[in-house]
């Protein structure tokens, strides 16, 4: 964490949160063009694990935080560009002794993919020991990017002020167990049993959530006036064309059901060891993303 003063101790500080950690990059086939690791740049791109090239300069100005031309990154995402342009941005402003009236926190931590349970944890419970509270606070999320919203061909920035949670749930069946040769007659194979149940949960996605207030709806309504005909119309009449539009975007793309409810996907099944042995126990977990109109407890209870 670094801390760069501000000159006013009576306006709140704010926060500029990333981190260091990634995921597993090289897949089997290892169909990388570049390493994904190395950094490498080439014809003025620097080569990184992430998606479609993005320019950017982050600097500093009293209270503003301006992006400008200046270095193209092969967008080595999540989430290396805040790091470097958070750092690159507070090099800069110390080298120019710009005053600075509100204090400036950076925290950087190193291992959210796995929980953030020694990056994110410390970092909160500093801050709470400090009784450090802040104007806002700014995290990764979305780029400005183009053709966004269907109709609204301009760039646009995507503004995350929400956040799902996350959590994941194990279903666990034990029962008796055999040699393959002599399959049970009447009980079903555990494995059968749990493939059931993942199938179950697979077909019957949580609840959608569209209703006044909630913030993908809320995002339509805003951008309406921006949106041609009839798309301009519809996201300003949702009291009337609101269930008609839910069920567009619920079918419409992944990623538009995605922001509309919370997530059920089954991401690990564990159960047998060898190929003539029928297992005792079979189980599955299935990980959540949940909407903030949701919670842990009704999402448990869906699942039952």
């Known amino acids: ?42 014809n003025g791109v620097i080569w990184g694990r992430g998606g479609k090239p993005v320019v950017f300069k982050l600097i500093f100005v009293q209270l503003e935080i301006i992006i400008l031309p200046y270095l193209t990154f092969f967008k080595a995402i999540d989430n290396k560009h805040n790091v470097v342009g958070q750092l690159g941005a507070m090099e800069e402003l110390l080298q120019s002794n710009l005053p600075v009236q509100r204090s400036i926190y950076i925290a950087i931590g190193h291992d959210e993919e796995i929980g953030g349970f020694e990056g994110a944890s410390n970092i909160s419970t500093y801050l709470k020991e400090q009784n450090i509270q802040f104007e806002f606070i700014l995290d990764e999320g979305t780029m400005i990017v183009s053709e966004a919203l269907p109709g609204f061909k301009d760039s646009i920035a995507m503004i995350g002020n929400a956040e799902k949670g996350n959590i994941t749930v194990e279903m666990s069946i034990t029962g008796p167990g055999g040699h393959s040769s002599i399959p049970p007659l009447r009980e079903e194979n555990l494995i059968s049993i749990m493939g059931k149940a993942v199938q179950k949960i697979s077909r019957n996605p949580m609840p959608a959530h569209f209703e006044k207030g909630s913030s993908f709806r809320s995002l339509f309504e805003f951008v309406a006036i921006q949106l041609v005909f009839p798309l301009n119309a519809i996201c300003s009449n949702f009291w009337f064309f609101g269930p008609l539009m839910k069920r567009v975007f619920l079918s419409s793309s992944n990623g538009a059901a995605a922001s509309l409810r919370t997530t059920s996907a089954v991401t690990v099944i564990k159960g047998g060891s060898k190929f003539n042995v029928i297992p005792n126990q079979v189980k599955a977990y299935i990980n959540h993303r949940v909407h903030p109109l949701d919670t842990i407890e009704n999402v448990l209870a869906y699942d039952k």
């Open 1 to 42: 964490m670094y801390h760069i003063p501000g000159s006013n101790p009576k306006l709140k500080p704010i926060l500029l949160c990333s981190h260091m950690d990634v995921v597993p990059a090289f897949n089997d086939n290892n169909t990388w063009t570049h390493d994904p690791f190395t950094g490498k740049i080439e």
